[in-house]
């Protein structure tokens, strides 16, 4: 399967279970579970950045469409895509190590330690940017602050629960061909 | 001019990302006006059909809780059947028909018309219910939304073809004029945007006398809203500090968790009274 038509199906498949699985768990008003947002997680290293941010808006704003308020999903999602190429170049040890995987995992980021550093702060990033904008209009600081925390943690668990049961072959690409 | 484009050349993607930032939140902020222009034509109609196909599925599960609701709704309406009543023999008595126009002249005001839920959200700050009827089945903006019990739901903000967008209780933009049915005073229910079925009610003197268990009605004043719907009941009452006002908490009566059939009401006046009102403004300002 090419990588492109894997990432389509990525795509639908993380904007499906995220409007009509996970939108429809009802915890606790404290805790959204969020998923969806994996997807600019598990992105190609090799995408210029501004495709990265053009693509993380669409996501955005095609679950926004669910909601029926466009801009909330679209803001936090292309800020994420903004900030990965950042941490990846801070994370990833080895030199050249992005060109010989093809996408962020545990495996290419040379472990399970800085994989989780990545994901923890992207979601982290995402949640926040999330909440401020919608307690912006609600105005309650210590609300928004535990309601990030939380839903950082249940968005965590989820991001592990489907590294575990989706495991992602990826073979080791030389470029000294 | 040519350290003009290096620095374009250099921060290009830092620029991306604040105009796409800028892009975002002014659909926030103006998404009343984008709404109408884009959402109501296109993804509404692509969402609302996606909507549609779960809910055949999510509804089988739901059948036995409608089944309930609906046969309590039918008995509160033939509880209000003509027969029921026995009327005195006086010359003057009060006949409500269905036509239009009847001969002691009553002109129909309100009338509900039942619409199917596709898909309706409580956990989001902002909720918003779709459902499968629109502007071709004589849905229209700002009519109000009722559950089978009663219950108010909220008001239609957006009509495409086939599909309808109503604003639930449940969001920030809602405000609705309620009233005491103990005392009579007037208020504005509203959500704080946390728990669901939980709203709160504002604008009420603290020298009323509210009681908890108390029942909110709505109050008739505006054009969406027969007077007399049930909103909720009074949980808790807490004074403001800060104002002159009582803060209370609100059990909201319809319960937005199983929504699967809703009434619209329209009200064939609206058009005259806004109209009216209108004419009013305009005469002030001049």
Not at chain 1, 162 to 174: G, H, P, V
Not at chain 2, 138 to 161: F, L, R, W
Not at chain 2, 164 to 184: R, T, Y
Request: glycine residues 4%; proline residues 3%.
């Amino acid at each position: 399967m090419s990588r492109l038509v894997k990432n389509i199906i990525r795509f639908i498949l993380l904007i499906l279970v995220q409007v009509f699985v996970l939108d429809r768990i009802h915890v606790h008003y404290l805790v959204t579970p969020y998923l969806y947002f994996l997807f600019i997680l598990w992105m190609p290293f090799q995408l210029s950045r501004t495709a990265q941010m053009l693509i993380a808006l669409a996501l955005g704003f095609t679950l926004d469409s669910f909601r029926h308020h466009p801009g909330f999903h679209s803001a936090a999602c292309v800020l994420i895509a903004y900030l990965r190429p950042f941490l990846i170049n801070i994370l990833i040890p080895q030199e050249g190590a992005d060109s010989n995987y093809e996408e962020p995992s545990a495996k290419s980021m040379g472990g399970f330690l800085p994989y989780m550093i990545y994901a923890g702060v992207l979601t982290f990033i995402h949640h926040a940017w999330l909440f401020f904008l919608e307690a912006w209009q609600f105005g309650d600081f210590w609300y928004f602050l535990v309601k990030t925390l939380l839903s950082t943690v249940i968005s965590l668990l989820l991001i592990i629960v489907a590294e575990l049961l989706f495991s992602r072959k990826q073979q080791f690409r030389t470029n000294t061909v | 001019m040519r350290n003009i484009f290096l620095f374009i050349r250099r921060y290009f993607n830092f620029i991306v990302l604040v105009i796409l930032q800028i892009f975002c939140i002014y659909l926030i902020v103006h998404y009343n006006t984008y709404h109408n222009a884009v959402a109501s034509g296109f993804m509404n109609e692509v969402t609302g059909k996606i909507n549609t196909q779960y809910n055949k599925v999510d509804y089988y599960f739901q059948l036995k809780r409608t089944n309930e609701q609906l046969a309590k709704d039918n008995e509160r309406l033939r509880n209000q059947l003509a027969e029921n009543f026995d009327r005195p023999d006086t010359s003057a008595k009060i006949v409500i028909d269905s036509i239009p126009f009847d001969t002691s002249g009553n002109i129909r005001k309100w009338e509900y018309r039942a619409a199917k839920v596709v898909s309706s959200s409580i956990a989001a700050p902002n909720n918003f219910i779709v459902l499968r009827r629109g502007s071709a089945e004589h849905i229209k903006k700002d009519m109000g939304v009722v559950d089978p019990n009663n219950g108010v739901v909220g008001i239609v903000t957006d009509v495409s073809e086939h599909f309808s967008v109503v604003m639930s209780l449940l969001h920030k933009d809602s405000k609705i004029s309620a009233k005491l049915k103990k005392g009579g005073e007037a208020g504005q229910v509203m959500w704080d945007g946390k728990d669901p079925n939980r709203l709160s009610l504002t604008e009420i003197r603290k020298s009323a006398k509210v009681a908890k268990g108390d029942t909110l009605f709505t109050s008739g004043f505006t054009t969406t809203f027969p007077y007399g719907l049930m909103l909720g009941t009074v949980q808790e009452v807490v004074p403001e500090k800060s104002s002159n006002n009582f803060n209370i908490r609100i059990k909201s009566s319809a319960n937005f968790y199983n929504l699967q059939y809703v009434y619209v009401i329209e009200n064939y006046q609206s058009d005259e009274i806004n109209g009216l009102l209108k004419t009013a403004t305009n005469k002030t300002n001049n």
